[in-house]
C-alpha cells in the first residue's frame, strides 16, 4: 500500500481472528517496523517479545481477561509484547528531565508502527490495555518490574469489513494558525 492516509485508514481494532496461523515472518515484518519507529535522542526504550507458541498464546490470551473482557481474546494467533527497557539520553537532556519522560510516547510510536504494519500485511491486531501484567511476567520470563509498552493480539480477521472511524470531528481538534 503506497497511500498512508488509506493504511490509517484500514488499520482498526480487530476483536476476532479467524483460524488462519500467522507466519514468523510476517509476524517478524511487525517487529521490525516497531523497530524503526522514531525516539527521543533515539534511545529506543523497547524491546520486544512476540509469542507464536500456539499454547503460549493460549496461556496469554487468559492473562487478557482478568475481568472477564475481551472474551474474544481466545481465538489470537500471536501477540507481540513491547517492553519499556531504560532510555539513555543525551547528557544536556538527561540534566533536566528524568531518563523515562519520553519513553511512553515513543513506545506509543513503535506500537503504532507494529499495528500499521500488521494491517498493510493484511493481519488484525487489537491493543489491550487490561492484562495480568505479572501472570504474562511468570509465563514469559520477563523480570517482573518491567513495565509494559503494549500487549497487541494478531491474527487474520475474521471480518474483513472496514467500519467508518469514529473520530472527533477535524474543526473541533485543529486550528492552523
Ligand atoms: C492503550 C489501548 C488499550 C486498548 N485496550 C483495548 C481492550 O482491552 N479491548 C479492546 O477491545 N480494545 C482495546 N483498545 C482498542 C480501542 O478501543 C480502539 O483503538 C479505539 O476504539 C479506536 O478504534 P480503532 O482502533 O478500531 O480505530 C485499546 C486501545 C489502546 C490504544
Not at 538527561?94 to 513503535?110: P, T, V
Not at 518491567?146 to 481538534?173: C, M, V, W, Y
Request: proline share 4%; charged share 20%.
Amino acid at each position: 500500500m503506497s497511500d498512508f492516509l488509506e493504511l490509517c485508514k484500514q488499520r482498526q481494532s480487530c476483536r476476532g481472528f479467524s483460524e488462519q496461523p500467522v507466519e514468523h515472518d510476517t509476524l517478524a515484518r511487525c517487529v521490525e517496523a516497531g523497530r524503526l519507529a522514531h525516539s527521543a535522542c533515539n534511545a529506543q526504550p523497547w524491546s520486544f517479545v512476540v509469542v507464536e507458541n500456539p499454547e503460549v498464546v493460549a496461556q496469554i490470551a487468559q492473562c487478557g481477561q482478568p475481568l472477564h473482557q475481551n472474551a474474544w481474546l481466545g481465538s489470537t494467533k500471536a501477540f507481540i509484547i513491547i517492553l519499556e527497557e531504560h532510555a539513555v539520553l543525551s547528557p544536556v537532556i538527561s540534566c533536566f528531565l528524568d531518563s523515562q519522560y519520553f519513553a511512553k510516547g515513543d513506545l506509543g510510536a513503535a506500537t503504532a508502527y507494529v499495528c500499521l504494519e500488521a494491517a498493510a500485511q493484511g493481519l488484525g491486531s487489537c491493543i489491550i490495555g487490561v492484562y495480568d501484567r505479572k501472570k504474562i511476567c511468570e509465563l514469559l520470563n520477563i523480570p517482573v518490574e518491567k513495565q509494559f509498552g503494549a500487549l497487541i493480539a494478531l491474527g487474520h480477521p475474521l471480518n474483513t469489513t472496514i467500519r467508518s472511524k469514529k473520530r472527533k470531528a477535524f474543526e473541533d481538534i485543529v486550528r492552523f494558525v
